[in-house]
């Protein structure tokens, strides 16, 4: 079984955003980027279903600018065999990306395409869904639990009310969630292998696909600040406080 | 200018998240119809009808569609997105996980998470854990949105309902079949919609702990929520994370208990009117944007709490 996973190049989790001065848009210039938290999970959960025997080969794939080849190589470093690299704008948005990745789908034929559920970024989490329907595939998002079996996937989902568990047939698209596992860190022989795998590089009109602009980027502003709050002293103060000032309370 | 909803619902009862859409509804168009897809659903159609604004209600009651999988209902969604100027559901991961898959099929994009409308193709919406607010506007003929319940006031209920239209999904399929959920059966009011909220991180140490919040929750009548510390400790169940991946929450009050104030969290609490914070750290950055911190063992001061309430 085949399985391609989707990876997103995106500003490190921990580190704090700043706009650009104009408000055009994220400064992004010299910060520290990574794997997007969500893909690592999506390739730790590819790379388990190889060493279990379910799945024989990986295929990551990203779509973007000549960087994210960098997460590719990483993806390569934890157990991917190989890389496919679309060649597109950093800023490209979801209902393009998903028709490039189908493209990929058409041409690689997996029976499993594991994405994350979000991009930490965007904060989008669409992905994932509008491949599903491109592809007219099952989808199972969120995912907390994944069992492949008999041409099928039976999977947790984290939803509002608790779990809920469903079964797609394959193929199929899973999308991940933070408590699928948790990813392993590339040793450094890895690392060093994973520079020799392969990596395609392809472009849009290569995969037959044309892209259009649906979304146009207006402004981006910092969230308005909460006003500075005080430090109370003891209980007695705070249960005031809330009762007669905040009147948050009976 | 026609608005199709997707109602929030669990084929009982309608959820208070959906009326919220109904108000984010008005800013996009006058005609503002809702659509319930589920099975033996009667009942949330009825609810509906009586939210004020709505002007039809489609109910598609259909055995196919008792669990809400969006290989179902994004067929039924399709036969009723004609003519429509915009598509709406709730943020929440029922509306997250239908509405991408609709816009897909309508070969347009997406827009998440909506906290607030500016024009009927303009849209704010959070960015990289609510550290940044895009503006966005889209040149598509349909706007495909969810909308952050807690970001649009609740729309009114009137005694004279609406007409509800009985319209005959087209669902069949065999792709998805649900198979068991385990649902939180708490009496607490929802996290999502609660007008006092408690959370509790990793400083509360222990599952037998975490019930120290219980009945501070049970004197303020409000809804529990964690960190993901807490979650990934098996404190408390995933359905309470509070956060950029968890729920996103905006009651009157919202008081962390042992939780540092990661960006992660803060993306799901700071639009609450009031924040407490009790934390033994004073450095703690959840004490940012807190409006009024105790610097304390939350061990010693969450029995004092529990006693002067
Ligand atoms: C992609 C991604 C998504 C994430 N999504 C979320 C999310 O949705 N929600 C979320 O919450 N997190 C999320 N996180 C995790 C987040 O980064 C933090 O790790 C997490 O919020 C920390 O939880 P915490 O504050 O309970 O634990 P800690 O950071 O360990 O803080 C515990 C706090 O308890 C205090 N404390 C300890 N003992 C006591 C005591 N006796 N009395 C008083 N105070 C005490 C300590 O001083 C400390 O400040 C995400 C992370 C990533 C990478
Ligand atoms: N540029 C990209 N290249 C490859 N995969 C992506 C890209 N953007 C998003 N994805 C995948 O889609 C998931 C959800 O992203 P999003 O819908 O943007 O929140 C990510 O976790 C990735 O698996």
Do not use: W
Request: proline share 4%; aromatic share 2%; glycine share 6%.
């Amino acid at each position: 079984m085949k399985i391609v996973v989707a990876v997103k190049r995106t500003l490190d989790a921990y580190v704090k955003v700043r706009i650009k001065q104009d408000r055009s848009n994220v400064d992004l210039a010299s910060a520290k980027m990574a794997m997007n938290p969500f893909c690592e999970i999506a390739v730790e959960a590819a790379v388990r279903l190889k060493e279990a025997g379910v799945a024989t080969e990986i295929v990551v794939v990203s779509v973007g600018s000549d960087k994210v080849q960098e997460q590719l190589r990483g993806a390569m470093a934890l157990g991917a065999d190989r890389g496919i690299h679309v060649q597109a704008d950093d800023e490209l948005e979801s209902i393009s990306i998903a028709k490039l990745l189908r493209a990929v789908v058409d041409k690689e034929q997996p029976a499993l395409v594991l994405l994350g559920k979000q991009a930490i970024d965007s904060d989008n989490n669409q992905v994932g869904q509008m491949l599903a329907a491109l592809c007219n595939y099952p989808q199972a998002t969120f995912a907390s639990h994944i069992a492949i079996a008999d041409g099928q996937a039976t999977v947790s989902r984290e939803v509002d009310g608790g779990d809920q568990v469903v079964s797609v047939t394959l193929p199929a698209i899973i999308t991940t969630d933070l408590r699928l596992n948790e990813p392993r860190y590339a040793k450094l022989p890895d690392i060093m292998k994973a520079k020799k795998k392969p990596v395609e590089v392809l472009t849009p009109a290569q995969l037959g696909v044309t892209l259009r602009q649906h979304l146009k980027l207006i402004e981006v502003n910092d969230p308005p600040p909460r006003k500075p709050g005080v430090i109370v002293g003891s209980v007695q103060e705070l249960v005031a406080k809330l009762r007669n000032e905040a009147k948050v309370i009976a | 200018m026609k608005v199709l909803i997707i109602a929030e619902h669990d084929n009982l009862v309608l959820k208070s998240a959906t009326a919220h859409v109904v108000s984010a509804a008005h800013k996009l168009g006058n005609d503002i119809q809702i659509l319930v897809a589920g099975h033996n659903c009667t009942a949330v159609a009825e609810q509906a009808s009586h939210i004020e604004g709505v002007s039809r209600v489609l109910l598609a009651d259909h055995a196919s569609l008792v669990h809400q999988l969006a290989e179902a209902v994004a067929p039924v969604v399709m036969q009723h997105a004609r003519g429509m100027t915009a598509i709406l559901a709730a943020a929440t991961t029922n509306g997250k996980n239908l509405l991408p898959r609709v816009a897909a099929l309508l070969d347009v994009a997406q827009i998440s998470e909506v906290i607030s409308i500016i024009d009927a193709s303009t849209f704010v919406r959070p960015i990289y854990a609510g550290n940044v607010l895009a503006t966005v506007q889209s040149s598509d003929p349909v706007q495909v949105a969810t909308v952050r319940a807690s970001s649009f006031a609740q729309a009114a209920t009137v005694a004279a309902p609406c007409a509800v239209e009985k319209v005959a999904p087209q669902t069949a399929q065999n792709q998805s079949r649900f198979v068991s959920a385990s649902h939180n059966t708490s009496t607490r009011p929802e996290l999502g919609s609660a007008r006092v909220v408690i959370s509790g991180g990793r400083g509360l140490g222990s599952a037998e702990n975490f019930k120290l919040l219980d009945k501070l929750a049970d004197k303020l009548g409000a809804a529990i929520g964690a960190s993901r510390a807490a979650v990934d400790a098996g404190y408390v169940g995933n359905d309470l994370q509070v956060g950029q991946t968890g729920k996103i929450v905006a009651p009157e009050l919202y008081i962390a208990v042992g939780i540092s104030g990661a960006i992660q969290h803060l993306a799901g609490m700071k639009d609450s009117k009031v924040i407490v914070a009790i934390n033994k750290d004073p450095e703690a950055t959840i004490f940012q944007v807190a409006d009024y911190g105790l610097v304390a063992d939350l061990f010693v001061v969450l029995p004092e709490l529990e006693a002067a309430l």
